[in-house]
């Protein structure tokens, strides 16, 4: 896999590249932000959700599960001591899909679970940090 590159911009504006990418990435106003681009937190959620909407509309149109309409809405809450996420819920909505065969509602969760994003964060034990100068 790529490195994925975070540049300080000053004034608390960071700047993601991966890919030939970029994504704007700002901090909550206590602490210096301005609104300028999408919270780290943020982002976190936006990568789970975008995981779970890739792989359901990925089996579904496999297998001509109707995806027209399709969201994926993921809520969550902060706690504190040590700060994170917690109570993460993803909800996928297919307006125009026909899930009310148990089968075809289990097999469409478990696509959605199996997405890297989240099997990163069931299991996931460390993260190794390092500082350095160059």
Not at 35 to 60: E, H, N, T, W
Not at 76 to 98: G, Q, S, Y
Not at 100 to 105: F, L, V
Not at 106 to 121: Q, R, S, W, Y
Request: glycine share 8%; charged share 25%.
């Amino acid at each position: 896999m790529p490195t994925i590159t975070t540049e300080y911009k000053g004034d608390m504006l960071f700047e993601s590249k991966v890919d030939g990418h970029s994504i704007t990435i700002d901090v909550p106003e206590g602490m210096g932000g301005k609104d300028r681009g999408i919270m780290p937190p943020q982002l976190f959620i936006v990568s789970l959700g975008s995981c779970v909407a890739a792989f359901v509309a990925k089996y579904a149109e496999g297998h001509g599960i109707n995806t027209k309409g399709m969201t994926v809405d993921v809520d969550f809450e902060k706690a504190e001591h040590p700060t994170r996420l917690t109570n993460i819920k993803v909800k996928v909505k297919m307006p125009e899909a026909d899930c009310s065969e148990a089968c075809r509602r289990e097999a469409l969760l478990k696509v959605a679970e199996h997405c890297p994003v989240h099997e990163t964060i069931e299991t996931l034990n460390q993260v190794d940090f390092d500082i350095v100068s160059e």
